[in-house]
């Protein structure tokens, strides 16, 4: 618990504090551990971690107060929600107001890895390649008017067509945290995806696996036929060519009020930050 | 109870019999009275008038012998009448008094009194009468108690020529009534048959208060009492708690209705139970399961993470390999299983929009077509074009349906059948539904009331006076609610002034009087909504609102889904929504019609399960489709 520790991680049960140094460990990774939100806060207000790793359910603060705290610390720092109390919500909520990744308990070794990798390669990126850039996507539109994109945090993406299909597809921010696209899974036609649940897979170099996490649910009317050949596509224009899913979406209306809406009113920012502080639930 | 019964029973019966026991002999009575009392006036006339016939022919077949002053002659004849029994004794007196023939020989002779009773009629004015009608020369008379009464008749023998133009003995001319004829007798026939009638009389008023007591007995029995009984029976066994108890309504008196309402009533009440238990049961069960999931989730955590961390180093030992492969994939399975708990217990916030329940179910037999079609199901469908939409959270709908459609499919099994889904718009009477949510007095002040609260709806506050006592009542905010809370201590039936808590104004309606009990209405305003009226006899649920009452029912979007499965035994139709109760064994959690019930409860909607074994199962689902609430 030294000064100047790769990760820290905040969570009440000393079980998974073991768990995740053991882990941690074997890779070579320092950790700092906070077993309560409030040691947790303070440990984030004396230091810079690459990394967090953060409970939602905690006595006297909540994981959410905690990220809020880290992001107003510095707001590019890598936050990774984990919860015995997985939900739709708590997923969409994480990603939504901010935190790079989402890891529901219990995890195996390998889930535990891939998204601590990810965080940590999101901590090396420049500031400008923490925020998405689809800025082209969206000027690039049809002459009716801009796209509208809905965004599921860093991770995945929705627009809607005229049909009343929806496009959904993979932010390049989270593209850019992995290290390089080996390989993907996709499902297959016909089949369900649900907001804030695993969408598709995708390998990393490392031969690591991520999961995408849908960004609105719906029915798979097709899937992106050209992908399975051309993984590239997908970092080469992630906003367009690189789509993974047309669906039949079930409650867009209410599902994308939960997330954020790109461009947001008035004239598009091409690089301005995105809106971090997510619809309050009651 | 026993007792109870036997004196209600004593109560009915008894008194309904006596009634008409004293009514039946009072009519009786009164008919025998003037029945006997006609016929033996009639028997009398009849014997007058015999008496009479006998007498003008004893006068005219002895007036020969008079005539020619043959006595011998006329006492053969006299004497000869007088040995017929009925006849007491036949006589002539003459002007004086004297009797000169009898049939009686001892009797000869003797003078008899004009005042005496059989002269009376003619003698009690000081100058005779010459002339009397038949009745008014009849006497009855009695001797003595023990003789039989007597009936005696005067003719009077008339003067004329032949008489005063006689050699013999000459009466003489101015003379108008030469003598009397008397004749008695006996009325003991008479008598005898007017008491054998007064004795009919008695004993048919007998045989008819028997007889009208047993019939009415009897079907008193037959129809009140063996049906009162069992709803005695029937109340009992739901007071204590069995509410599924059901009375065999036979008749289609009023009896019968009272006990078709009464299952009516235990039904209702059978199902709001279950909904309410159902309700309670599962936000603890959510509360439990959510609890659980966390709970188990941290130290599966551990065994997860660790036992993969092994696994990944444990590669060049393959038996330690294969061991650690075991532990990481069912600590999987563990983790999908708690997944499915955490699900159930999610449902408790639905993410609600603008619905058509159609496309939903389109959706839901499309994804379930391909499997169903396999297994020999056919899929029918009946939905209304015209159904109103509804809000509701479309995923948790679709997984409404897609779990009923598969545990129809599996009712269903191997030997293939028909799955009807059809949905149609229903409209339901708002009484007895729709909750009253303002309510102010005239003058604007609020009645509504947070902190009594009525089925978990704040209740309408009203001050009341009765009997000279001033409490408040908690109004039922349900319109057509009876359950008022009364913080008064008046008995039932009794009826109460209502006030305006805070400015005291009198609430009631002055106009207009409760139509079904006529007692003084209450009337409170309830915007946007008009006004609502209410009796305020305690116990008399009457309301009126215009408003509610005039927009009709309100409309309801009704989805069935019918099923010719294996169906449900009764005694397990109770248990289906509860958690973890499941028929398909290893097969399935346990969990699917309890999140259902779940989701609908959570959208304000019901469920409704009826099933017949070897027929099918059908389950309704009912969704509000009105703009609020």
Redesign the interface.
Known sequence: MSDGADILVIDD?R??L???A??CN?QGMTIDLAQDALQGVRKIEQQQYRLILCDI?MPDLDGFQVLERALQQNALVPVIMTT??????HAVRSLVSGAVGYLP??????E?LSSLHRGLRYGELSPGDRLPSFGSAVASVSPAGRRQFYMLGRVSWVHTEETGTGVVGVVDVFLRTMDGVAGIQLLPG?E?I?QGTPCARLTSGEGLMHEVFGPV?G?ILEVNPRLEQEVALLREDPYGEGWLYRI?P??L???TTQLQRVPQEGPHEPRGTVAPKPPV?T | MGTNRDKLHRKLGVKLIAIVGLTAIAIIGVYSYFSIRAQSTSLLAEVERHANQLSETVRKSTRYGMMLNQREYVHEIINDVGTDPAIEEVRVLNKEGKIIYSSNAENIGRMVDKKAESCFACHAADRPLQRLPVAERARIFQVGADFPRMLGIVTPIYNEPACWEAQCHAHPERQAVLGVLDITTSLALVDDEIQRSELQHGLFALIAVVAISIIIGFFVRRWVDAPVNALLAATEAVGTGNLSYRIEAGSEDEIGRLARSFNTMTQKLSEARLQLFQSDKMASLGRLA?GV??????????????S??L??RAKQNPELHGDLEVI?RE??RS?EIV?SL?DFA?QS?P???RTNLNEIIE?SVG?MDKQLTVRGIRVTRALDENLPLVKA???QM?QVFINLLVNAADAIGERGGVIAVRSKAITLQPYGVVPIKRAFCRKGHDLMANDVKIDGLPSIRVKARAEGREGYVALDPVFGGGRHHYDLDVKPETTASYFCPRCEVSLLDNESKCVRCSAPICVLNVPPHGMIQLCTRRGCSWQHWEAMEAAGGRQYVEVRVDDTGAGIAPEELDKIFEPFYTTKGQKGTGLGLAVIWGIIDNHDGTIKVESVVGKGTVFTIRLSADQEG
């Open positions: 049960e079980v998974v073991d768990a995740v053991k882990v074997a359910r015995g109390y997985a939900t739709i919500e308990k219990p995890f195996t070794e390998e535990l016909e369900e649900v649910s029915r039949v079930r409650n209306s209410y599902e639930r | 959510a999931a966390h709970e188990l989730n941290n130290p599966l955590t551990g065994v997860l993470t660790y993969s961390f696994l990944n990481v600590t999987t983790r997944k955490l999610r916030v993410r609600m929009t959706r994804v959270d479309a995923n679709e």
